[in-house]
């Protein structure tokens, strides 16, 4: 079945690190891929996304990827602030069905000074 | 634009008692959904609707109920609360078929003794 495969956290960087969040998915078809990122006592917010093969995703100067071949999108960023302190979930939605998400388990990541 | 607004923020309940969370959206979008978040376990989809009159279950649905009489409005049923409904409760909503990002709600966080 459908299904999102990312990184175990927690992950603990200093900053102006560089952090890769691994993502990987099984899905039918062409899916759209989302990262969403929840800060401490908030909703979700879409951080970037993809919706076909090659595709790259970017935002706040954080970019993935979309690799059909390896069925990944995983998120980098060069230099992370503490402000990027949050729980990052990679998903995705198939057949247009994007009121449908499927979600990975996050991660969480705490960025030191 | 309010977006998508969600109440109560918090709510604790004894088991077997029964209430509704509210949402609603000021978008005008097709499209919304429930979602509950545990620890380790990412969102998972509880119930969505793709229009009015019209609601589908998802990965999730028991113990739950919904209805959506109008576009703005989802609102979520527990009948009869259980502890294993402990949660935090996430409403979203999209745009029609396509690659749109769903938008969420701040959450409520509920706690059944």
């Known amino acids: 079945g459908n299904s999102v495969t990312q990184m175990e956290g927690p992950v603990t960087l200093s900053e102006e690190a560089f952090l890769t969040i691994n993502c990987t998915y099984t899905?039918?078809?062409?899916?759209?891929l989302f990262w969403y990122v929840q800060y401490p006592g908030e909703g979700l917010q879409l951080l970037l996304k993809?919706?076909?093969?090659?595709d790259k995703g970017s935002n706040k100067g954080f970019e993935a990827t979309y690799r059909k071949e390896t069925t990944s999108f995983h998120l980098e960023k060069g230099s992370v602030q503490v402000s990027d302190s949050a729980v990052y979930f990679c998903a995705f939605s198939s057949g247009g069905s994007n009121y449908k998400l499927t979600f990975g388990k996050g991660t969480l990541l705490t960025v030191n000074p | 634009n309010a977006g998508v607004t969600q109440t109560p923020k918090f709510q604790v309940l004894k088991t077997g008692q029964s209430m509704t969370l509210q949402c609603a959206q000021d978008?005008?979008?097709?499209?919304m959904s429930w979602y509950r978040q545990d620890p380790g376990m990412g969102l998972r989809l509880i119930h969505y609707?793709?229009?009015?009159?019209?609601?589908d279950q998802g990965e999730v649905p028991n113990g739950y109920n919904v209805s959506r009489s109008t576009t703005e409005d989802f609102p979520l049923r527990l009948l009869s609360a259980a502890p294993s409904q402990t949660s935090v409760y996430f409403c979203a909503s999209t745009q029609t078929r396509g690659h749109n990002e769903q938008f969420f709600g701040p959450g409520t966080r509920l706690t059944v003794l």
């Open positions: 899905a039918t078809g062409y899916p759209s």
């Open positions: 993809a919706t076909k093969a090659d």
């Open positions: 978008m005008n979008h097709e499209y």
């Open positions: 609707s793709v229009g009015a009159g019209i609601t």
